[in-house]
């Protein structure tokens, strides 16, 4: 076996959305990039983390010895306390604000869940999670890990490894451009050899408009606060709640008062202890008002308090579209780009691949890889 060999695994979240769990061999490394749960028809589905003793990439999972955390959308984190819960080996690395957000959203889940085996959210938050910063250096042995901005969300962080000479980008849910809470990502620099990127638009051409479901939900919303009908939000992920009240304090709905459930006012204030800013004088605690004129709510439950209200799903994406997915591959140009994280569309229209291959100064080869099917770098002369 060759000492400095690299091989990269999807056991969830390859071409869909969904328990994202990615694994990475460096060398004598074995590494987890997310580990994310999944829903289908209203029921959690955990990544295939025994697919590597199935493969003979580990002999136990005990091997792995460090999972690295993006950010705090369920899909990428929901099952890594479950995991960790059950093997004692793994150090789990994400930012503060990442574990903060974590710790929060998971609390919820596991009790709308009601399952007795849950794993004990804040022991394993507090002694299993390491924090890194923006730019820290890690060395982990024979390969060195830094972490950088990566937009989307606050904490959101992209991973980048430098093992043999050789620098492995993970991308997480990222954004090129500042969105409403955040400044947009920061690259690390030139000369990435392997791009391992969440392109959720990768593989859809006519997904051009950014934003485009947040500001049809912002326009709902605005359309029934004008006629006198208060609206409440329903945001399954108390990250979105928290989203979606940002975009609506910047937006034409901005005049009217809004009010957050216990547990999305309990994530604005944790944000704030972190210094990330919180919300303008309009946005109130819900359990401490009497709502006499029109408003919105915003709350973690599917069902409005009493009263009349249109209910909104606060069901959005804050992904970069199929042109920016092109931009930042070109920015980066690296050899080859691994593309997870990336339903197909409806009807095959083509994908950025189609577009990076006929831009001369990109030398990227794209490749879409399957759940449960082993790369091995050296293919892509790498
Ligand atoms: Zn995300
Ligand atoms: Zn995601």
Redesign the pocket.
């Known amino acids: 076996m060759n000492k400095n060999e690299m091989k990269f695994a999807a056991l969830g979240g390859g071409q869909s959305v969904g328990a994202s769990c990615y694994y990475l061999k460096l060398g004598a490394s074995h590494i987890l990039l997310d580990c994310g749960v999944g829903i289908n028809q209203g029921m959690y589905y955990a990544p295939d983390l025994h697919f590597l003793m199935r493969e003979g990439l580990v002999e136990s999972l005990n091997q792995i010895s460090r999972v690295y955390i ?4 369920l ?2 984190m929901g099952h890594v306390f479950n995991y960790a819960a059950e093997f004692l080996t793994p150090t789990i690395y994400m930012t503060e604000v990442t574990r903060e957000l974590t710790g929060l959203q998971l609390k919820k889940t596991v009790k709308a869940s009601r399952n007795r085996r849950s794993p004990d959210i804040e022991y394993l938050s507090e002694k299993r999670v390491s924090c890194v910063s923006f730019r820290q250096e890690l060395p982990c042995g024979d390969y060195t890990a830094s972490f950088w901005e990566a937009g ?2 606050p904490g ?1 962080m992209m991973t980048l490894f430098n093992f043999d000479n050789r620098r492995i980008l993970y991308t ?2 990222y954004s090129l451009n500042p969105t409403s809470w955040t400044s947009g990502c920061q690259l690390p620099g030139e000369n990435i050899d392997v791009l391992i990127m ?1 392109g959720l638009h990768a593989r859809h051409p006519f997904v051009l408009q950014k934003n485009k479901d947040i500001d049809g939900i912002i326009r709902k919303i605005y359309n029934s606060l004008r006629i006198n009908q208060s609206v409440y939000c329903a945001a399954f992920q108390l ?1 979105k709640g928290i989203e979606l009240m940002r975009r609506i304090e910047t937006s034409r709905c901005k005049d009217f008062p809004i009010y957050l459930d216990d547990r999305i006012y309990e994530v604005v204030k944790s944000m704030e202890r972190l210094n990330i800013p919180g919300p303008g004088q309009n946005v109130l605690p819900l359990s401490l008002n009497k709502r006499d004129s029109v408003h919105i709510i915003i709350g973690a439950s599917p069902y409005p308090p009493p009263g009349r209200y249109r209910v909104v799903p606060a069901d959005f ?3 970069d579209n199929f042109n920016e997915t092109i931009s930042f591959i070109e920015k980066v140009n690296p050899k080859v780009a691994f593309i997870v994280h990336s339903p197909p569309a409806r009807y095959d229209k083509g994908t950025v691949a189609d577009v990076i291959e006929k831009n001369p100064d990109c030398q990227t080869v794209c490749v879409f890889p399957e759940t449960g099917r082993v790369y091995n770098f050296e293919n892509f002369s790498v």
């Not at 993006?70 to 959308?73: E, L, T, V």
């Open positions: 993006s950010h705090a959308h899909d990428h989307h969300i959101a997480g849910d969440c990250s994406t804050l992904h």
